[in-house]
């Protein structure tokens, strides 16, 4: 059922994945064409928000911090397997894999690659910080329009 909670905790953590991203993009070499990198993170981010955090509201403050620190994990998941999956099709239509399970094989290696690569204060520091954030507003929503 949609509520103001839901609607601010997927605002929210879209604009959160929109600021990540940018701090993602920083660690990549110069030339790397990112696409829509930013665009399906903020969807991701939406997304999450809405299930994650907004469907956990009312549950008093500690959950919100709890559910404020889960969140971002979820989406950084998300978001490394959805852009390892693109960049494995992106590297398959150049026909550089021998088959399927090699290709599929891919998705992890890549994803295991980024994971390392985000792996920095800046980016765990906004993602944790700015999830416990948008829990804590995400509550007073709920508490203000129930």
Same mark, same amino acid.
């Given at each position: ?10 605002v929210?953590?879209?604009? @959160?994945? +929109? *600021? !990540?991203?940018? #701090? =993602? ?18 969807? @991701?981010? +939406? *997304? !999450?928000?809405? #299930? =994650? ?83 804590f507003v ?9």
């Amino acid at each position: 059922m949609p509520n103001a909670a839901k609607l601010v905790a997927a605002v929210g953590m879209a604009i @959160l994945a +929109f *600021f !990540v991203s940018g #701090l =993602v993009m920083a660690l990549f070499e110069e030339d790397t064409n990112f696409g829509w990198f930013v665009h399906v993170n903020v969807v @991701l981010g +939406f *997304f !999450v928000g809405w #299930l =994650v955090i907004g469907s956990r509201a009312g549950r008093g403050m500690v959950s919100a911090v709890n559910v404020g620190l889960t969140a971002p994990v979820v989406l950084l998941f998300w978001g490394i397997f959805v852009q390892s999956c693109n960049e494995m099709v992106r590297i398959a239509m150049k026909n550089r894999y021998d088959g399927a399970f090699e290709a599929l094989v891919a998705v992890f290696e890549i994803g295991a690659k980024w994971a390392l690569l985000s792996l920095t204060l800046p980016v765990w520091g906004t993602l944790l910080i700015g999830g416990v954030i948008i829990g804590f507003v995400t509550e007073l929503a709920w508490r203000r329009w129930r």
